[in-house]
């Protein structure tokens, strides 16, 4: 079900409906025999029921019945859906976000985000979050396959974005599947991430530090440098701008989502969506489809190929509890070694530098 937008309640109530040849007809119909000052209140609040009856099937027609415009380019079924799914994909034939993940599906996921305690209160939002979104959902974030697999598809990302931003480890109230969201930058860094070997390609900028920010978190200059190149916004001079504006952060994290992070290797969102096949040196490294793929595209030997540790664990278990939460149930998830990286080789073995979503 697509976002309600709500019809202001005053371009409703400014139109004319106290004077008295009004009241007289309503009190005929409803067989009034009070005297004139009651028919008058009893009109006011029947109006008013009116006036909230109009509004409710005003929304609901608006959320309800968008047009899905059609056509046929080189024989291919393509479909525009307004602002959330447009230009004519292919993917914009199926079910857009809103209409299967809505307001307050984001509000059971990231209960505690906007709590006292929090460090990002007011920061992050669902308009956010699908505004950012209706950038990829043409290119199939969230809209390929059927309802099952784009469901799977936005639990696993907001698994991840939820787990990397979580506060509530061990300390607090729900634990910390119930804090996703809590930072929107890290609050202790411990350097500032600049690496002097980009110097000629993304040179660190005065006074800018490259720590973590976001809802994927992106640590180092080369990787700020890269998304600003991607997204088109000076993120390199201006690295605070993911923690400044909910929308970018978002779609920084859905473009980290959706792009190979080396030219053979599968992104996030073709594992999730049944579009990479493994290789042999796939098979041999134990790396199969499912979301602990996702987490050793994403973050690598800092968490998989390790067994069952806590950070891992901690990943999956925001998956899962996401699964439960939209409805559509944590057997969905698949056995132990495709819902984790416990055994898998890293696809880019590391041991000197964070990635961008480290």
Same mark, same amino acid.
């Given at each position: 079900?697509?976002?309600?937008?709500?019809?202001?309640?005053?371009?409703?109530?400014?139109?004319?409906?106290?004077?008295?040849?009004?009241?007289?007809?309503?009190?005929?119909?409803?067989?009034?025999?009070?005297?004139?000052?009651?028919?008058?209140?009893?009109?006011?609040?029947?109006?008013?029921?009116?006036?909230?009856?109009?509004?409710?099937?005003?929304?609901?027609?608006?959320?309800?019945?968008?047009?899905?415009?059609?056509?046929?380019?080189?024989?291919?079924?393509?479909?525009?859906?307004?602002?959330?799914?447009?230009?004519?994909?292919?993917?914009?034939?199926?079910?857009?976000?809103?209409?299967?993940?809505?307001?307050?599906?984001?509000?059971?996921?990231?209960?505690?985000?906007?709590?006292?305690? %929090?460090?990002?209160?007011?920061?992050?939002?669902?308009?956010?979050? &699908? $505004?950012?979104?209706?950038?990829? @959902? #043409?290119?199939?974030?969230?809209?390929?396959?059927?309802?099952?697999?784009?469901?799977?598809?936005?639990?696993?990302?907001?698994?991840?974005?939820?787990?990397?931003?979580?506060?509530?480890?061990?300390?607090?109230?729900?634990?910390?599947?119930?804090?996703?969201?809590?930072?929107?930058?890290?609050?202790?860094?411990?350097?500032?991430?600049?690496?002097?070997?980009?110097?000629?390609?993304?040179?660190?900028?005065?006074?800018?530090?490259?720590?973590?920010?976001?809802?994927?978190?992106?640590?180092?200059?080369?990787n700020y440098g890269y998304l600003?190149?991607?997204?088109?916004?000076?993120?390199?001079?201006?690295?605070?701008?993911?923690?400044?504006? %909910?929308?970018?952060?978002?779609?920084?994290?859905?473009?980290?989502? &959706? $792009?190979?992070?080396?030219?053979? @290797? #599968?992104?996030?969102?073709?594992?999730?969506?049944?579009?990479?096949?493994?290789?042999?040196?796939?098979?041999?490294?134990?790396?199969?489809?499912?979301?602990?793929?996702?987490?050793?595209?994403?973050?690598?030997?800092?968490?998989?190929?390790?067994?069952?540790?806590?950070?891992?664990?901690?990943?999956?278990?925001?998956?899962?509890?996401?699964?439960?939460?939209?409805?559509?149930?944590?057997?969905?998830?698949?056995?132990?070694?495709?819902?984790?990286?416990?055994?898998?080789?890293?696809?880019?073995?590391?041991?000197?530098?964070?990635?961008?979503?480290?």
């Amino acid at each position: 079900m697509q976002t309600q937008i709500p019809i202001p309640l005053g371009s409703l109530s400014e139109r004319p409906s106290h004077n008295q040849t009004r009241n007289r007809e309503l009190s005929i119909l409803l067989g009034e025999k009070s005297p004139l000052s009651q028919r008058r209140m009893e009109t006011k609040h029947m109006c008013l029921l009116v006036i909230t009856l109009m509004f409710m099937i005003i929304s609901i027609t608006d959320a309800d019945t968008s047009p899905v415009l059609v056509k046929k380019i080189k024989g291919k079924k393509v479909c525009d859906q307004g602002w959330e799914c447009k230009g004519w994909s292919e993917y914009c034939c199926n079910l857009t976000i809103s209409q299967y993940f809505d307001y307050y599906q984001f509000e059971n996921l990231f209960s505690k985000r906007n709590s006292p305690v %929090a460090h990002a209160v007011g920061f992050w939002d669902f308009k956010s979050f &699908i $505004t950012a979104s209706a950038i990829y @959902q #043409p290119l199939g974030f969230g809209t390929t396959g059927n309802k099952t697999t784009q469901m799977l598809e936005i639990a696993a990302f907001l698994a991840h974005v939820g787990s990397q931003t979580s506060c509530g480890y061990g300390v607090v109230t729900g634990g910390p599947t119930a804090w996703g969201l809590c930072y929107n930058k890290e609050m202790s860094p411990m350097q500032d991430y600049c690496d002097e070997d980009y110097k000629y390609t993304y040179p660190c900028a005065p006074g800018a530090l490259y720590f973590g920010r976001g809802a994927l978190p992106v640590f180092w200059n080369y990787n700020y440098g890269y998304l600003a190149d991607c997204l088109k916004v000076d993120l390199l001079h201006h690295p605070e701008y993911l923690e400044q504006n %909910a929308t970018l952060a978002f779609q920084a994290a859905i473009f980290q989502w &959706i $792009t190979p992070l080396k030219k053979g @290797q #599968p992104s996030p969102h073709d594992i999730m969506v049944g579009n990479w096949k493994p290789t042999k040196n796939d098979t041999m490294a134990n790396r199969v489809p499912g979301f602990g793929a996702t987490m050793n595209i994403l973050y690598g030997e800092r968490t998989c190929g390790k067994g069952d540790v806590d950070d891992m664990n901690s990943i999956v278990t925001h998956y899962l509890y996401y699964l439960d939460l939209m409805g559509v149930g944590r057997e969905q998830a698949g056995p132990h070694e495709v819902l984790t990286c416990a055994e898998q080789k890293p696809f880019n073995p590391s041991t000197t530098k964070d990635s961008a979503s480290s």
